[in-house]
C-alpha cells in the first residue's frame, strides 16, 4: 500500500504554494518605485510613437 497522508495537510500546504506564487508575482507588478514606473510607462508611450509614425497608410484613390 501506499503512504498515508493527511488530506487537510496537503489541502493547506497546495495552497500555501499557491499563495506564495502570487505574492511574488504581486511584488514585481507592484513592487517598483515611482521612478521605476513612470520610466517604464513613457518607454511604453515611446514605443507606441515610433510604431505609429512607422505605419503606411493605404491611398484610396
Known amino acids: 500500500m501506499g503512504?498515508?497522508?493527511n488530506l487537510n495537510h496537503?489541502?493547506?500546504a497546495r495552497d500555501?504554494?499557491?499563495a506564495k506564487d502570487?505574492?511574488?508575482?504581486?511584488?514585481v507588478a507592484h513592487g517598483r518605485?515611482?521612478?521605476?514606473?513612470?520610466?517604464a510607462e513613457s518607454e511604453k508611450a515611446r514605443a507606441a510613437?515610433?510604431?505609429d509614425?512607422?505605419?503606411?497608410?493605404?491611398?484610396?484613390?
Open 10 to 12: 496537503a489541502r493547506k
Open 49 to 51: 510613437r515610433l510604431l
Open 53 to 61: 509614425q512607422a505605419r503606411r497608410e493605404d491611398r484610396d484613390d
Open 33 to 39: 518605485t515611482k521612478t521605476e514606473r513612470k520610466a
Open 16 to 18: 500555501k504554494a499557491a
Open 3 to 5: 503512504e498515508i497522508i
Open 22 to 27: 502570487a505574492a511574488s508575482v504581486n511584488r
